[in-house]
Nanobody, 124 residues
Framework: QVQLVESGGGLVQAGGSLRLSCTAS????????MGWFRQAPGKEREFVAQIFRGGSMTYYTDSVKGRFTISRDDAKNTGFLQMNSLKPEDTAVYYC?????????????????WGQGTQVTVSS
């Protein structure tokens, strides 16, 4: 089992930045792929970014490329999502997820472990 806890969400103006953290406990976090998803009210959960074991590969959905950066520090069992140039359409609950996931997978069903989510609100 892996337990995931997100932090770092909040309210920010358009153009601002936030850094989300995902702290893992339980089984060795470094074994697993880590992903970030988001869900806005009335919408399906949407893939945002993924980082492979060891940070060797990263993947992003097109709408965040060039603005968001995913990273991980396996020594601290922590992953990050740096979000810059935020837009109102980025407003959502952001979830950290992990598991033995195919590289680049956008499918939330591929991810076994989930955090409780952290709210990100971007005002215009």
């Amino acid at each position: 089992q892996v337990q995931l806890v997100e932090s770092g969400g909040g309210l920010v103006q358009a153009g601002g930045s936030l850094r989300l953290s995902c702290t893992a406990s339980g089984r060795t976090f470094s074994w697993y792929v880590m992903g970030w998803f988001r869900q806005a009210p009335g919408k399906e959960r949407e893939f945002v970014a993924q980082i492979f074991r060891g940070g060797s590969m990263t993947y992003y959905t097109d709408s965040v490329k060039g603005r968001f950066t995913i990273s991980r520090d396996d020594a601290k069992n922590t992953g990050f999502l740096q979000m810059n140039s935020l837009k109102p359409e980025d407003t959502a609950v952001y979830y950290c997820a992990s598991g033995l996931v195919p590289a680049g997978s956008h499918d939330p069903n591929d991810y076994t472990y989930w955090g409780q989510g952290t709210q990100v609100t971007v005002s215009s």
